[in-house]
């Protein structure tokens, strides 16, 4: 076991965390803190020590924003990682696997307020490939976290930069790999909104995406299947993106939302947040 690394910040600041089990503490103090998701503690250190290492690594390999990505709590989660961004951690940093925060965050359908406040950093590079050749939206698609590739490929900050197309190591898009996998909303939202040409899907992949469309009717149009980018859009009042029309389908303008919708038993996709779409 390696010796607790104490500093002089640290004596000061040790009296005000204790552990929940009142285990004793070990490692370094900010580590830790990040680790166990203790926000003040860890605002704490950063303002009396300004000295810090906000991109120091763990026996892992992990940096303090990497860890804090993968809280499960909504509300440390999402403290931490603003904190960290605001003192100069690295939003590109790399596990062993070469997988980003951003990578880590499309992970798990309920960060995308964690993903907004990563792509929101100009040195945020949504393109960036782990050691799979896998961008942020390829793990997106492999998870059928929908969310997450909707945020990405409508943001005012990403849309025009993210390469929704990227082959991994395997030779699989974010398209073939929800295709294969039999993710309908994932295909739906990088057909639909993400704009995915399928003139460059092969036959084996358009066969199952024409199968999987008539699994779910309601979700594709016939020009999903045939070319994407023939499609003629509609203008949502709301969500300020276009959106297509679903065969054989009315829209229905829902009079709360304001958005339209489409009379099928999946969920109402959320709104999409104006910082994601207003210039």
Known sequence: MEPIKVSSTDVKLKSVYRHPKGYPLEGDLFLQAVRAGKFRLVTQILKVNTEVNVNQRDAQHLTPLL?????????????LVKILLEHGADVNSTDQQGLSPLMHACQSSDRVDTIRTLIKQPACSVNLKDAAGR????????????RAVRVIVNSKFTRNTVDICNKDNRGLSPLETAIENGYA?????????????TLKLSSHYKA??????????????????????????????????????????????????????????FPKLPAISNDDTTH
């Open 135 to 146: 961008t942020a939206v390829n793990w997106a698609a492999s998870v059928d976290n929908w």
């Open 185 to 197: 909303e994932t295909c739906r939202v990088l057909l639909q909104e993400g704009k995915v040409d």
């Open 67 to 79: 860890i804090a990505v993968q809280h499960q709590n909504y509300e440390k989660r999402n403290n």
């Open 208 to 265: 199952k995406l024409e199968s999987l469309s008539k699994s779910f009717p309601e979700m594709f149009s016939e020009s999903d299947i045939i070319n994407s980018n023939e499609i003629i859009d509609i203008e949502s009042p709301r969500l300020h993106t276009k959106l297509h029309p679903v065969s054989q389908a009315k829209p229905v303008l829902t009079p709360i939302e304001g958005e339209l919708s489409y009379p099928h038993k």
